[in-house]
């Protein structure tokens, strides 16, 4: 046993060269990721080894690395593959995984005090207030991803309708009734989120869309009025920069107006599209983003940080800190020294204690530069747009959702019209996953089961958007029975 109760190693020297091999590991990992199907399923016995009594010993660090190397980096959840496009994931980088290992190195925790990893969050904070328009003044704030923004925004749109003084009364003092309105393509965190508000989901107005698939403004309009004349509080606007089945973006401007004769806070679920600003093509599409009073979104899916990397903007920071900040003892703010520091995160959220999310994110603008993020956000869209093409060149395909941005719903359409195509859609997607080539996900559109290609990785080419059209025929028509 060691000398004393420190938990570092006896012997650095083993430490840097097991340590040199790890990273060189991971580095072959990445760069071999064609080699290796999309996904494969996890044998029993992968699986029976992981349920193991809490180890009270040591085990080498090699042995442990081993096990990783053989249980855990072998069946991964596929979305660093080529081939993956199913869900709205990131696929990590390089680059990304070296500064996460510099960040847990650092060990740093960014609920406040006095070090320069808070200038990080800072600065980055500060690259996204330039990103989307916001003033100065405006709150930035690291969090684990677009659920938790989403949530945040709601918090805070819900204190200053209600007055931070709900904080001390709770929601049940005020006897207001507040409505927030969304359109049916929200993400279900929306939902969540003004449950865990506690303003309850049937406060939550879900307004249809239009031919497009975004919010419906007149039915939007009809539903705020309706409600003040039922003694309901409308509060909230919750408009979708890139729904998250078919990438639509609401009308972010006309919302924008909306809010301000409504005085409604106006919160944008930018998970992923808000970083859409980063691409030419995509940027003048989020027009009205700029003012909004809340955003939402991912560094993690388009901007491809490895996870997590969510982030929250506020306009008015100070109703954000209005939302969170406590003056508790052991939190005191000194002038010098470690306790002094002009900004502590924990003052703008939930989280006390934080890890550096920031540094991940810092070093992928940095090293990789927007420019090139915005132009890969770019290449996924003409990905989809080729795939789209493809669709609609196919007499065995129907498109049932076009690509707005970078996500396209489609599915076989066998000759038999009383075949169950919904059935057969499930099991072509589940074919796609075991044969691991690539790995779309399913959705339904318009009440049909739909296979749903999100692209959202980087390292996606057009041999896989051609290896998915060949699988989605040639599936079908071995699963309906067309093949001769
Ligand atoms: C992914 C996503 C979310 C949820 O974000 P998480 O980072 O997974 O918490 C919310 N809204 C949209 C539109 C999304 O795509």
Redesign the pocket.
């Known amino acids: 046993m060691g000398r004393n109760a420190s938990l570092d190693p006896d012997d650095w020297d083993a430490l840097r060269a097991q340590g040199h091999r790890m990273l060189d590991d991971m580095v072959d990992y990445l760069q071999t990721l064609r080699e290796r199907p999309a996904w494969t399923p996890i044998p029993q016995e992968v699986r029976d080894r992981h349920h193991t009594p809490l180890p009270t010993g040591p085990m080498d660090l090699a042995e442990a690395h081993r096990l990783f190397l053989d249980d855990v980096a072998a069946y991964p959840g596929a979305n660093l593959h080529p081939g993956f496009m199913g ?3 990131g696929g990590g980088t390089p680059v990304g995984m070296l500064a996460e290992m510099l960040a847990g190195g650092l060990n740093a925790n960014l609920g406040g005090r006095n070090h320069m990893p808070i200038a990080i969050e800072a600065e980055v904070a500060g690259w996204a207030r330039q990103m989307f328009g916001f003033p100065e003044t405006a709150g930035g704030l690291f969090v ?7 949530f945040i925004g709601v918090l805070v749109a819900r204190n200053q309708a209600l007055t931070p003084a709900v904080r001390r009364t709770g929601l049940a003092a005020d006897g207001r009734r507040l409505t927030a309105y969304a359109s049916t393509g ?5 939902t969540r989120a003004m449950e865990m508000a506690g303003l309850g989901s049937d406060a939550l107005r879900l307004i249809g869309v239009d031919a497009d698939r975004r919010i419906d403004l007149g039915a939007l309009a009809a539903a705020i009025a309706a409600d003040r004349a039922t003694g309901f509080t409308p509060f909230l606007l919750v408009g ?5 089945d078919v990438g639509a973006i609401d009308d972010l401007a006309a919302l924008a107006d909306l809010a301000d004769t409504e005085g409604l806070w106006l919160h944008v ?5 808000a970083m859409g600003m980063l691409a030419p093509a995509i940027a003048p599409r989020l027009k009205g983003l700029e003012r909004a009073d809340s955003i ?1 979104l ?1 560094f ?2 388009w901007a491809q940080v490895p996870y ?1 990397a ?1 982030f929250v903007m506020v306009r008015d920071g100070a109703a954000q800190r209005a939302t969170f900040a406590t003056a508790a003892a052991y939190l005191q703010r000194e002038t010098r020294g470690l306790a002094a520091g002009g900004w502590w995160p924990c003052d703008d959220g939930p989280d006390l204690s934080r890890g550096f999310r920031a540094l991940k994110t810092w070093f992928t603008f940095k090293v990789l530069g927007a420019d090139a993020i915005g132009a890969m956000i770019e290449h996924t869209c003409a990905l989809a747009r080729d795939l789209e093409a493809k669709v609609r060149a196919s007499n065995q395909l129907a498109l049932l959702a076009p690509a707005q941005l970078n996500i396209v719903c489609f599915r076989y359409q066998p000759e038999d019209k009383d075949a169950d195509v919904d059935a057969l859609t499930h099991a072509i997607v589940a074919r796609m996953h075991e044969n691991g080539v690539v790995a779309p996900s399913l959705t339904r559109i318009d009440g049909q089961a739909a296979i749903r290609a999100a692209i959202f990785n980087h390292r996606t080419e057009t041999r896989d958007i051609e290896a998915l059209v060949r699988e989605a025929i040639s599936l079908g028509d071995e699963l309906s029975g067309a093949r001769a």
């Open positions: 869900w709205v994931q684990t991803g677009a659920s938790m923004a989403n929200a993400h279900s965190c929306v979708s920069a890139g729904t998250v679920d930018g998970a992923f599209g939402a991912d993690h899916k997590d969510g």
